[in-house]
């Protein structure tokens, strides 16, 4: 655990900001290269991009604050520290899939296209950002009962973050970077193989969904509940991820079997 990469003074450089924007530059690489393959524009990719990373980082720090709004009604100068923290994954994903969606409708882009090359890159940017919560200490896992754990003990997480010291905990970050590496490798294959645009993106839904909802079994850290039930809100949004995902392969499935019959 080492959350500040260098200290200058009372300056510091987090391990965390700096693994989080390699992971974003890594992911619009390879989705500008994705697009390049595909023929498209690779100024207009690299743009739309760009525009989807911004809306990533709003959208996960708003639904953190959503998720934490009494805290933040009662603390209302807290929000400035939203700027130091990750946010939630599943914030900034859904935000970005409306960028997405309005920016590939006014500059003319195949939607699904995009979507299953996002379904590529986007995998390769979560495994290594979890390796920055590894760092930070944030998204910490609950007293290990069983197999591997991991002890923290940097005073300055415990701090800022709230991750338990001295304690055992599931290494929840570990397992969630290679739940992005799994979903990377499955989505690759499948867009190498894909039987229509949007196949891959649903297939990624599913899949990255359900190893979120397993994983969120062994976390420790506050994530708020999905409204009416005991799951996190990780775990209720995995849910509604997986039966989008299944909806979109059947209405594809129906799609593509009725164009191949028109023929």
């Known amino acids: 655990m ?26 619009l690489r ?6 390049k393959r595909e023929g498209m524009d690779a100024q207009k990719v690299f743009d739309l991009g760009l525009y989807i990373l911004i809306a990533a980082l709003l959208g996960a720090k708003l639904l953190s604050a959503v998720i934490d709004w009494e805290y933040y ?14 946010g939630v994954f599943y914030g900034g994903f859904l935000c970005a899939i409306l960028t997405a969606m309005y920016f590939t409708w006014r500059w003319k882009l195949p939607l699904w296209k995009i979507l299953d090359m996002a379904a590529v890159a986007v995998p ?6 979890r ?35 001295g304690i ?8 969630l970077s290679f739940a992005g590496l799994i979903t990377f490798g499955v989505a690759w294959l499948l867009y ?3 039987r229509f645009d949007g196949w891959t993106f649903a297939w990624f839904l599913i899949v990255s969904s359900a190893l979120r909802f397993l994983l969120e079994l062994l976390r420790g850290d506050p994530r708020g509940t999905f409204p009416g039930t ?20 059947i209405y594809f499935r129906a799609a593509h079997k009725g164009a191949a019959e028109t023929l």
């Open 131 to 165: 390796i920055g919560c590894l760092s930070a200490g944030c998204c910490y896992g609950a007293p290990a009962k069983w197999g591997w754990s991991l002890t923290f003990y940097d005073e300055f997480a415990n701090r800022h973050i709230g991750v338990p010291l």
């Open 2 to 27: 080492h959350p500040k990469l260098f200290e200058i003074g009372s300056f510091f450089l987090p391990t965390y900001g700096v693994l989080l924007a390699l992971a974003y530059l890594l992911s």
């Open 30 to 35: 390879i989705l500008v290269l994705l697009g």
């Open 168 to 175: 055992p905990l599931y290494p929840t970050q570990i397992y």
């Open 73 to 86: 009604l009662d603390n209302p100068r807290e929000l400035l520290g939203l700027v130091r923290l990750s």
């Open 192 to 194: 190498r193989r894909r």
């Open 124 to 129: 390769v940017g979560q495994s290594i950002g």
């Open 230 to 249: 005991p799951l996190s809100t990780s775990q209720g949004i995995s849910i509604a991820l997986i039966l989008l995902g299944a909806a979109l392969l």
